[in-house]
T-cell receptor, first 115, second 114 residues
Framework: AQSVAQPEDQVNVAEGNPLTVKCTYSVSGNPYLFWYVQYPNRGLQFLLKYITGDNLVKGSYGFEAEFNKSQTSFHLKKPSALVSDSALYFCAVRGIQTGANNLFFGTGTRLTVIP | ETGVTQTPRHLVMGMTNKKSLKCEQHLGHNAMYWYKQSAKKPLELMFVYNFKEQTENNSVPSRFSPECPNSSHLFLHLHTLQPEDSALYLC?????????????FGPGTRLTVT
């Protein structure tokens, strides 16, 4: 079975400090991994994805994520947080071998950047 | 914006009403999706269409009925809903399925069932 865990419902970080939003996954075989962000009253916006290749993936707005196969993790990071980064962040996974395009999402982590 | 629009943005309906949600994508994609987003729960995939053909129905109650007349439009017809169906309904699209491509989401319809 495929699943995603985001162990923290809420992450608070001071503006200018580095931020990490955690994600672990479970999937048969190799995964496709995604991060999305949701601002209030908006749909989800794609941030970045890991398909293959370099374990460190860079995405929009200065975000990056590191794929760690041994720890089955795909944590989202940013070196210096901005107040405007405050939003709800979702990790998602799809197994490569599955025929369907089901993306399995986590429950989301609310990031608050404190001025 | 993302190129995916949804109407209406907000909908309040009684349990005996019939209403429809509309989604339109301007991205030239061939796959479209309906998701349900409830607080503190993972997004729930409801339906998937690929080239106008339904490829997924994740055990969704029959009071939700999807329609995909072409690759650019997707509808969700609602009838005799329950209060627990109140949620944000998100439409998304992607080039095709199966795919490593990301999905593009609309802003959602906030549905309240009274």
């Amino acid at each position: 079975a495929q699943s995603v865990a985001q162990p923290e419902d809420q992450v608070n970080v001071a503006e200018g400090n580095p931020l990490t939003v955690k994600c672990t996954y479970s999937v048969s075989g190799n995964p496709y991994l995604f991060w999305y962000v949701q601002y209030p009253n908006r749909g989800l916006q794609f941030l970045l994805k890991y398909i293959t290749g370099d374990n460190l993936v860079k995405g929009s707005y200065g975000f990056e994520a590191e794929f760690n196969k041994s720890q089955t993790s795909f944590h989202l990071k940013k070196p210096s947080a901005l107040v405007s980064d405050s939003a709800l962040y979702f990790c998602a996974v799809r197994g490569i071998q599955t025929g369907a395009n089901n993306l399995f999402f986590g429950t989301g982590t609310r990031l608050t950047v404190i001025p | 914006e993302t190129g995916v629009t949804q109407t209406p943005r907000h909908l309040v309906m009684g349990m005996t009403n019939k209403k429809s949600l509309k989604c339109e994508q301007h991205l030239g994609h061939n796959a479209m999706y309906w998701y349900k987003q409830s607080a503190k729960k993972p997004l729930e995939l409801m339906f998937v269409y690929n080239f106008k053909e339904q490829t997924e129905n994740n055990s969704v109650p029959s009071r939700f009925s999807p329609e995909c007349p072409n690759s650019s439009h997707l509808f969700l017809h609602l009838h005799t809903l329950q209060p627990e169906d109140s949620a944000l309904y998100l439409c998304a699209s992607s080039p095709s399925v199966p795919s490593a491509n990301e999905q593009y989401f609309g802003p959602g319809t906030r549905l309240t069932v009274t």
